[in-house]
């Protein structure tokens, strides 16, 4: 074996230790852990963190239970298992037990301490008589907590992407799910539904990979491959829900006045001022749990940019050039804004046969497709004139011609006046003379890349 191959063997050997070991390093994946204390949910702390109430509230819980029905999904095959856990309840009586405003008592269990308690009974006769010690009565619910997990939907939102050039690349997937929990608080004195709460979670699951594959030599084949993917548990995403839930129809009620609290007024207004804009913020979600500005991009925008152009025509050996551009735009509709761009760049190719400074001047119509999204995909048609600034005088057909075209891109609203974008397209000549020959079926075109700023609300 050549000492070239002996390398690259020794080379890819490495590399698979190395992507193993990493991904097994992990926090230690491959070793087992001991027991430890659960998990507490986000929202714990601020649920565990309230004031302190004037008396607790004595509350039942029966049976807090997953009302989906659905069984966890498999690439093949069927499965016993439950999507979500089967244990809400027990995770509502701890959220209550550890938000301090409730006493729980047992319900749930019922019949056991009822049967326990007639043992206690009996034997207390047997051995005391007539003189046996009573038991003490149970504790009757004031306010009966009734509700369930009511949602889980999967797959609300899934994608990805990879790159891969000479069989060595990488790829990531992307898929989020949602949990629903819906809780009431019950009068037992009139059965009457003093409040009802609900939360929403999402579930996040992210994966990704990557590898190479190809011949090192004549006989010698490269393959390494390694990944790693995180899921959020459902149970956590269960619990902090159901954290979620309690603490809000604490506030709930006390914005109602249904219970009371030791804290003075200003703290409790504080209170229930952070969860009314919890409740305004939760209000521009959309179905996809994705946060709303339903005001973006308000009145006139300009943006500023800048990018590159790169020339396709008669001539061979296109160069890329830097490009500046300057845009006024504004919304005409929720999804279609108007606008007028110019943008100022060289286009040359062929050692300089060809070589023009370019001023392009359109008029666009561009569709957001999630305009009140603060990222959302775009896509902008184009018409307009292409000019030569290197050759006057300046006349359709010889130094000026007209174009067409389109792009699509991204823009992220940094705040709702500020957006940053990205965007590649082409520019469709309607002449061939663009470059000053006319050689086959095609007419000139310009690939466009940007990346701009925009600030809205000029007027």
């Keep these: 074996m050549s000492q070239r191959r002996f390398f690259l063997l020794g080379l890819a050997w490495a590399c698979a230790v190395l992507l193993t070991s990493g991904c097994a390093s992990v926090d230690h994946a491959f070793e087992t852990k001991e027991a430890h204390p659960g998990l507490q949910s986000t929202a714990h702390s601020s649920l565990a963190n309230l004031p302190a109430p004037d008396n607790k509230i004595v509350t039942a819980v029966y049976q807090f239970r997953d009302q ?50 007639d043992i206690v009974r009996s034997i207390r006769q047997q051995y005391q008589g007539d003189q046996a010690e009573r038991l003490s009565p149970l504790l009757y619910a004031g306010v009966i907590l009734e509700g369930g997990i009511i949602g889980y939907d999967t797959n609300v939102i899934s994608g990805g992407g990879g790159v891969r050039l000479a069989a060595i690349g990488g ?11 819906y809780l009431r608080a019950v009068s037992t004195q009139t059965g009457e539904v003093l409040k009802t709460v609900h939360t929403t979670k999402t579930i996040l699951s992210q994966k990704l ?3 190479a594959f ?43 006045g249904i219970w009371g609290g030791r804290q003075d007024p ?55 050039h830097p490009s500046v551009l300057v845009a006024l735009r ?4 929720p ?24 001023l392009s001047t359109d008029l666009q119509l561009t569709y957001y497709f999630v305009p009140r999204a603060r990222v959302t995909p775009f896509l902008r048609a184009r018409t307009g004139v292409i000019t030569d600034l290197d050759t006057e005088p300046y006349t359709f057909g010889e130094t000026a011609f007209l174009q067409g075209g389109a792009s699509v891109g991204l823009e992220y609203m940094a705040t709702r006046r500020l957006g940053l974008s990205a965007s590649i397209g082409a520019r469709y ?31």
Excluded: C
């Design 68 to 117: 989906t029905g659905q069984y966890k999904a498999k690439e093949r095959g069927s499965s016993f298992s439950r999507a979500v856990t089967q244990g809400g309840t027990s995770i509502l009586v701890k959220a209550l037990r550890d938000s301090d405003w409730f006493r729980p008592i047992e319900r749930k269990g019922l019949s056991n301490l009822v049967r326990e308690r």
């Design 171 to 181: 790829s990531g997937e992307y898929r989020q799910d949602q949990v629903t929990v």
């Design 209 to 211: 990979d990557g590898g």
């Design 214 to 256: 190809r011949y090192v030599d004549a006989d010698l084949l490269l393959e390494t491959e390694a990944g790693i993917s995180y899921n959020e548990p459902t149970t956590m995403a269960v619990t902090e829900a159901i954290d979620a839930s309690v603490r809000a129809l604490i506030v709930e009620g006390l914005k109602a």
């Design 266 to 320: 200003a703290t409790r207004d504080s209170l229930i001022q952070r969860y009314e804009q919890q409740k305004k913020r939760a209000a521009r979600r959309d179905y996809f749990d994705r946060l709303l500005q339903p005001d973006n991009r308000p009145g006139l925008g300009i943006e500023i940019g800048g990018g590159g152009l790169l020339y396709q025509g008669d001539y061979q050996d296109p160069q890329a």
């Design 330 to 333: 504004t919304s005409v509709a």
């Design 335 to 358: 999804r279609w804004a108007l606008g007028v761009e110019g943008t100022l760049g060289r286009l040359n190719a062929a050692a300089n046969r060809f070589e023009i400074t370019s």
């Design 429 to 459: 000549a309607a002449d061939d003379a663009l470059d000053g020959a006319t050689v086959g079926s095609y007419h000139d075109s310009i690939w466009q890349a940007n990346l701009g700023l925009t600030y809205y609300g000029l007027f």
